[in-house]
T-cell receptor, first 115, second 114 residues
Framework: GAGVSQSPSNKVTEKGKDVELRCDPI?????LYWYRQRLGQGLEFLIY????????KSGLPSDRFSAERTGESVSTLTIQRTQQEDSAVYLC?????????????FGPGTRLLVL | AQSVTQPDIHITVSEGASLELRCNYS??????LFWYVQSPGQGLQLLLK??????LVQGIKGFEAEFKRSQSSFNLRKPSVHWSDAAEYFC????????????FGTGTRLTIIP
């Protein structure tokens, strides 16, 4: 079946502009995660959605970052007033969300470059 | 809070040689541990995971990893590497509920020489 998809695959923007990144999880997966991967670094957790529960936003680096998810489907990550340090690959993952220790399935990522 | 250390930033091995990638974690309870591989231009793919039972875990592509509680380690091994194994490898630990908020190491880049 289809995996996790993300769009756009690449985004170049100017400092100060807002950007929206989209994630389509695997159908039926109730858990959805956003991570950020800066050049040469590991992945940093940003936010986690599980079903209709309140999202865990503990990883969002500033109030310029926000994310939404409609039900158990698409999620958008919005970065307002982008800064050069926001340049990174933004990865989305989903999992069935039923039990602990589940595999997270990752999308290909959106590479964001802020000029 | 949990943390993961991958002490080797870059490793080069010859094709056919054995491989061991190191991973050390810091976590208060029994951890959920994962190894992911990221090939150029591709997303992360799970190689294997541990969360209970046998401490030697078998994964895809001939990889295995051993959980050693006494050493807080979860090293990845392969007896004979192939050129296609060249990639970035990430170790990760899951939190109290086993799945949310994976904490990743900084990765080890593996280069294979003929």
């Amino acid at each position: 079946g289809a995996g996790v998809s993300q769009s756009p695959s690449n985004k170049v923007t100017e400092k100060g502009k807002d950007v929206e990144l989209r994630c389509d999880p695997i159908s039926g997966h109730t858990a959805l995660y956003w991570y950020r991967q800066r050049l040469g670094q590991g992945l940093e957790f940003l936010i986690y959605f599980q079903g209709n529960s309140a999202p865990d936003k503990s990883g969002l680096p500033s109030d310029r970052f926000s994310a939404e998810r409609t039900g158990e489907s698409v999620s958008t990550l919005t970065i307002q007033r982008t800064q050069q340090e926001d340049s990174a690959v933004y990865l989305c993952a989903s999992s069935p969300g039923n039990i602990g220790g589940e595999t997270q399935y990752f999308g290909p990522g959106t590479r964001l470059l802020v000029l | 809070a949990q943390s993961v250390t991958q002490p080797d930033i870059h490793i080069t091995v010859s094709e056919g040689a054995s491989l061991e990638l190191r991973c050390n974690y810091s976590y208060g309870a029994t951890p959920y541990l994962f190894w992911y591989v990221q090939s150029p231009g591709q997303g992360l793919q799970l190689l294997l995971k541990y969360f209970s039972g046998d401490t030697l875990v078998q994964g895809i592509k001939g990889f295995e990893a051993e959980f050693k509680r006494s050493q807080s380690s979860f090293n990845l091994r392969k007896p004979s590497v192939h050129w296609s194994d060249a990639a970035e490898y990430f170790c990760a630990v899951g939190d109290d509920f086993g799945n949310e908020k994976l904490t990743f190491g900084t990765g080890t880049r593996l280069t294979i020489i003929p």
